[in-house]
């Protein structure tokens, strides 16, 4: 099987090319063909599926593989590359009814293409990327709470990165704990996993500890850390109902056997935090809001237990060459943090 990042030199059996007389009387002829002005090249009407469809063959050696790599069927893809064979007047492949193998042409013209084709995706990214900053603002979304030190650093870097592109940034509360990105409304969110969409990106940002929040005076508010099992049977105070595990994650729900003993909801950290000074129930939230939210008659208790819970930059993978520069700045930032906190 021929690998992509074969190189030129070890084409054929591990022969070195300069060593070979044939193929370099063959690039020879090639280059002095293309450059002509009515040469090989200038008129061919060879596409980009001839062209992977012949990739495909010459890295599997089986036009089955190929043909189900590729999503097609199998006297497609044969038809395709005999087709760029007439088109180039050349036998890439060697059949027989048990085996295909590459000719020298062949070797020679999957190397050669492997490049081009890796620039073509690169410049189609690059245009993708230098189209986006020059479009519309990026709109980032951020759950009510998550990375609560991250995320004026990230937008604030990527502020100075990229002054030229507008960057607003939108604030959800718990009932939607995917930040805008289930609508589609943003280009890239700060969330709290789990959130529940398949097929989005997500970069871990960092990870910080959960904790019980208490109403001062509650039997377990004096305690240095508390366990799950010291929580369960305690009223709790609940996100809005939402698709997903993340309200589940926040209610403990997979340390449970039955239903949270819920006695209320709330949809911001103030009503969450107001409804647990006034003694209706206990909540579970993250490290920061002790710093970012701490109020008196609440107390914030470490759950000595359980994993700590993460904060992370998540987006559609049709986003990727809109936020990329997003992501990388997104990347820094999370490693000049150190990847965790432990109240922030």
């Known amino acids: 099987m021929l690998r992509r990042d074969d190189a030129l030199v070890t084409l054929g059996a591990a022969r070195p090319l300069h060593n070979d007389e044939r193929l370099s009387r063959l690039f020879a002829k090639a280059e002095q063909s293309a450059r002509g002005p009515g040469g090989l090249i200038a008129n061919l009407n060879i596409t980009l599926r001839q062209l992977r469809a012949f990739l495909a063959v010459a890295e599997e050696l089986s036009f089955s593989r190929a043909a189900e790599r590729l999503v097609v069927s199998t006297p497609w893809i044969s038809e395709t590359v005999k087709e760029l064979e007439r088109q180039l007047k050349l036998t890439l492949f060697e059949r027989t009814t048990r085996s295909v193998e590459l000719t020298d042409a062949g070797r020679v013209f999957a190397s050669l293409l492997t490049h081009v084709l890796d620039d073509l995706d690169d410049a189609v990214r690059v245009a993708q990327r230098m189209a986006a900053r020059s479009g519309r603002p990026l709109t980032l979304g951020y759950v009510i709470g998550a990375g609560l030190e991250l995320m004026p650093r990230l937008v604030r870097t990527y502020l100075e990165r990229r002054p030229d592109q507008a960057l607003q940034s939108v604030e959800y509360d718990f009932a939607d704990p995917t930040a805008g990105l289930r ?26 500890p959960r904790v019980a929040c208490l109403p001062e005076g509650h039997r377990l508010a004096r305690r240095e850390s508390v366990s799950v099992s010291d929580l369960l049977l305690e009223p709790i105070i609940a996100a809005p109902p939402s698709p997903g595990p993340w309200r589940g994650y926040w209610l403990l729900d997979e340390y449970r056997t039955g239903p949270a003993p819920i006695v209320a909801e709330a949809r911001t950290r103030d009503a969450e935090l107001h409804m647990v000074a006034r003694g209706d129930g206990i909540s579970i939230t993250s490290a920061g809001a002790g710093r970012y939210y701490a109020r008196p008659g609440v107390v914030f208790v470490p759950i000595s237990d359980i994993p700590r819970c993460s904060v992370a930059l998540a987006w559609w993978p049709e986003s990727s060459a809109a936020v990329a520069d997003l992501v990388e700045t997104a990347r820094a930032v999370a490693h000049a943090v150190g990847g965790t906190e432990d109240g922030g």
């Open 183 to 208: 609508g589609h409304d943003v280009d890239a969110a700060i969330v709290r996993p789990p959130v529940g969409l398949a097929g989005i990106v997500t970069l871990e940002l960092t990870t910080e």
